[in-house]
């Protein structure tokens, strides 16, 4: 066990002053909820938004209010290169998920491979675009590509709360989008999900589905406010290594499970959230700056390149939840995350392996292959870009990369 300054891979930290509004939040009731959805519609401008308790309990509820509309269609397209958590609420939601590829060069789906994917198009209840580690997705295509399929395009922002694109927030740009507030995102009241959506008839449909699916449960203020307090201290790199090195958290792993449960947002969250524009705000100038800091200094490792998706945002740094780089070849790779393991560096994979490979799912003997969404399995890595990385923790990444070049010089067969 390592028992020294441990970066963690993202933080959105949650400062005692904002567990003092949590419990302000508590006191206020569900006034406190009713006062953060009203300053969400405000904020991103659309006409419905709700709050339940995790990214992937709204992803359901959203499939389950679409589904209502169309009974026929049962099949959800989705990158195969993508949060567990995704196939995990198509299939809490009945629904079966369909793979297409993703460009490494993007992260998003690869357009090129994406037309075949879209038939039967008399099954595709919705596609799914996630903004992975708040890389702008191409939705305005998606759309295009989605016109007379009846299909809908649900915009995952879980790792992008607060971005935008085309001066418009993300989120927005779909037919209708979901956040997550776990822990890990771009901004976080312990857990929660969020839904906004301007189309009326989806929200009508939604409001029935949460009433019938969404449970309360009387002592999980208590339970939420330890967990706020528990992450205030220890997402802090100089206590990070505690949480980490107890296997039981799981902490930066990614799981299939089907079994979530579906609850209320809670009060205390609400209040938690009191002041969650301007803890964005905050949040994303550092990241943006971390991230021009490292698109310049990764230019020194020829063997290192950072995911830029595509060029027309290059002008301003995106203020990315992790910066996704490709390393040249998997023994590198294993390198670095050996060195960073080994000096608390924060760098870390991305999702393991694609989601044709999650066996409980039963879709490997469709023999189709995904080789993109394999190569980011093999060959992603993400950079810290939080608040928490100093000048310091800077020079160590550098010279930890640096003892990896001089390492790589060495023949194999040393
Ligand atoms: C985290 C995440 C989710 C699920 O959000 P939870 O709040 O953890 O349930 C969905 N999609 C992506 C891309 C995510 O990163």
Redesign the pocket.
């Known amino acids: 066990m390592r028992v020294k300054r441990t970066l963690p891979p993202a933080a959105a930290p949650i400062p005692l002053n904002d567990i003092f509004c949590g419990i302000q939040g508590l006191q206020q009731g569900p006034a406190a909820i009713e006062n953060f959805k009203a300053d969400i519609r405000k904020k991103f401008q659309v006409r419905h938004c709700f709050l339940v308790s ?4 709204a ?1 359901t509820l959203i499939l389950h209010a679409l589904h209502r509309f169309s009974p026929e269609r049962d099949e959800v397209l989705i990158p195969a290169f ?2 567990y ?2 196939p995990s609420a198509i299939v809490r939601a009945g629904l079966k998920p369909r793979l297409g590829d993703v460009d490494p060069a993007t992260l998003d789906f690869d357009f090129d491979d994406l037309p075949g994917r879209l038939s039967p198009k008399e099954k595709l209840l919705a596609v799914v675009s ?1 903004h ?1 580690f708040g890389l702008p997705a191409n939705i305005a295509k998606m759309r295009e590509l989605l016109k007379d399929s009846g299909a809908v395009v649900i915009e ?1 922002t ?2 992008a709360m607060g971005g935008e694109f085309d001066g418009k927030p993300l989120g927005t740009l779909g037919d209708i989008g979901f956040f ?3 822990r890990g ?1 771009a901004f976080s009241t312990v ?3 969020l839904i906004v959506t301007n189309s009326d008839r989806l929200a009508e449909a939604l409001q029935l589905v949460i009433q019938e699916f969404v449970g309360q449960s009387r002592f999980r203020p208590v339970k939420l406010a330890a967990y706020a307090l528990a992450l205030s201290g220890l997402t802090n790199p100089a206590f990070f290594w505690l949480p980490k090195s107890l296997p039981g958290l799981k902490l930066g792993e990614t799981i299939y499970d089907p079994g ?1 449960p579906i609850k209320a947002y809670s009060p205390f969250q609400a209040g938690l959230a009191r002041n969650w524009k301007r803890r964005i705000a905050s949040f994303q100038s550092v990241r943006r700056e971390n991230v021009r800091y490292w698109t310049k200094t990764l230019g020194r490792f020829p063997w290192l390149e950072p995911v830029s998706g595509a060029s027309q945002h290059s002008e301003r740094p995106l203020p990315l939840l992790r910066l996704p780089v490709r390393v040249k070849n998997s023994r590198l790779r294993d390198a670095v995350l050996d060195v960073s393991e080994r000096r608390g560096l924060g760098i870390m994979p991305s999702y393991p392996a694609p989601v044709d490979e999650i066996k409980e799912l039963g879709l490997s003997n469709k023999g189709e292959v995904f080789p993109g969404a394999r190569q980011c399995a093999a060959c992603l890595l993400t950079f810290p870009v939080h608040g928490f990385v100093s000048p310091d923790d800077r020079r160590r990444i550098t010279a930890g990369l640096e003892t990896v070049r001089s390492a790589d010089s060495v023949p194999v067969s040393a």
């Open positions: 995790s990214g992937k309990a992803l993508t949060c958590s995704v996630p992975l995952d879980a790792q997550s507030l776990g995102k857990e929660g999900g979530f």
